[in-house]
């Protein structure tokens, strides 16, 4: 019994562990999950990684296409003419690798097998489509240009096909038979003699080229450097006389300002003179008017009775002593005190003075004249002493 359970329980892990498969996709490489009992190839690119299959016990599970995507090259030796016709052994390497986002694609289409499928036969026949356009003495010169052409017309060819050319490079292009070799190479020699010649010819004829066309710059460059300062010349005397013009212009504006700042200076003068002269008329008007102002304050000052008196005073400081002066109306005197001469006519006449409106001296208090006064000075000088004059006392006296 108890060996019958050990048994079972043997056939059950080993049942567990056959069960259940995997499968690893290594660095470098992408797979295509085949699932015989799910429809085959899944469209899914399975990244680097450990995958599982499934329940594998008493079934088929399937397995992982594996696909290797970094770059590969492969080299093909080629037998093909030239331009010329000569035969030529080339040996070109070719750079390529799966397109990876159209793995599924690739393994339905063409297979595992792409290279010897498609990439190979476009390949050799695009290298020798290019190549057969090409002279073998212009291979050396222009191997990258036929490089970048033969990859050109590769990448055309193979266009839908899943599959990636990174370069082709012409590794080896030589001649098939030694005896052409040699040829070749003495026509090559030929050639790059009659080039060399042709090269120097032409330097030769380049420098004497160029020393016309040197010769004509000069030549030119004068003319041009000539009729340059020309017309400078002539703009220069034309701006001058404009700027001569101008200045005159200036010079006149100038003067003219300068008269009209003189004429406003000397109106400014004249106006300060009249302004002056105003004030020292308003001075002097301001002047006369505190003399007469002064002067009517003195004339008030002064009134007839001041005047007689200041006047008598100076008769008296000029009669001396024992004088005697008559003071009145003249024409009142009594006629016998003028002498009198042949026939009685007097020998002097009274001095006539204009009539005039008696004076408080001349009138008294009743308003009647007064009587001519009698003024006798005193032996002190500048006294007088007045009296009236009597006719009868004056002809008693003899007067």
């Given amino acids: 019994m108890r060996l019958s359970q050990a048994m079972t329980m043997a056939a059950l892990l080993a049942l567990g562990a056959t069960g259940c498969a995997r499968q690893a996709v290594e660095p470098g490489q992408r797979g295509l999950r085949y ?27 399937g397995y992982i296409e594996t696909y290797d995507i970094t770059y590969q090259t492969r080299k093909e030796a080629l037998f093909t003419p030239s331009s010329e016709g000569l035969a030529m052994d080339v040996r070109v390497t070719v750079m390529y690798r799966p397109v990876v986002s159209e793995l599924f ?6 297979g595992r097998d792409y290279y010897e499928a498609v990439l190979g036969p476009q390949f050799r026949s695009a290298a020798r489509s290019v190549l057969a356009r090409h002279s073998y003495t212009n291979l050396v010169g222009q191997l990258g240009k036929i490089e970048e ?6 990448r055309r060819r193979i266009r839908g096909k899943h599959v990636e050319v990174a370069s082709i490079t012409l590794e080896n292009v030589k001649y098939a038979s030694p005896e052409i070799a040699s040829a070749v190479e003495k026509r090559l020699i030929g050639l790059q003699e009659a080039q060399r010649q042709k090269a120097a010819i032409e330097a030769h004829a380049a420098r004497e080229r160029t020393k016309l066309e040197l010769a004509a710059a000069q030549t030119k460059f004068q003319a041009e450097t000539e009729a340059t300062q020309a017309k400078l010349q002539a703009e220069l005397a034309t701006d001058k006389s404009k700027r001569e013009a101008e200045l005159e212009v200036a010079r006149a504006k100038n003067q003219r300002l300068v008269v009209q700042e003189q004429l406003a200076v000397a109106k400014l003068e004249a106006q300060q003179k009249v302004i002056r002269a105003k004030a020292t008329a308003e001075e002097r008007k301001l002047l006369a008017e505190a003399k007469a102002a002064e002067n009517r304050a003195d004339a008030a000052a002064h009134t007839p009775l001041t005047v007689q008196a200041a006047g008598y005073e100076a008769l008296g400081k000029m009669g001396g002593n024992g004088t005697t002066l ?10 016998f005190l003028w002498p ?3 026939g009685g006519a007097p020998m002097m006449a009274p001095p006539m003075a204009p009539p005039v409106r008696p004076s408080t001296w001349d009138v008294g208090k009743k308003g009647k004249p007064f009587q001519p006064l009698k003024l006798k000075t005193m032996p002190a000088p500048g006294k007088l ?3 009236p004059i009597d006719a009868a006392a004056a002809l008693s006296a003899g007067l």
């Fill in 35 to 61: 699932d015989p009992h799910g429809g085959g190839v899944k469209p899914e690119v399975l990244q680097p990684g450990s995958h599982g299959l499934g329940w594998c016990f008493m079934r088929d599970c």
């Fill in 105 to 110: 694609q690739l393994h339905t289409e063409v």
């Fill in 149 to 154: 052409e033969v990859t050109a017309e590769v």
């Fill in 326 to 335: 008559f003071l009145g109306d003249w024409s009142r005197a009594p006629q």
């Fill in 340 to 342: 009198r001469g042949y």
């Fill in 385 to 387: 002493t007045a009296t």
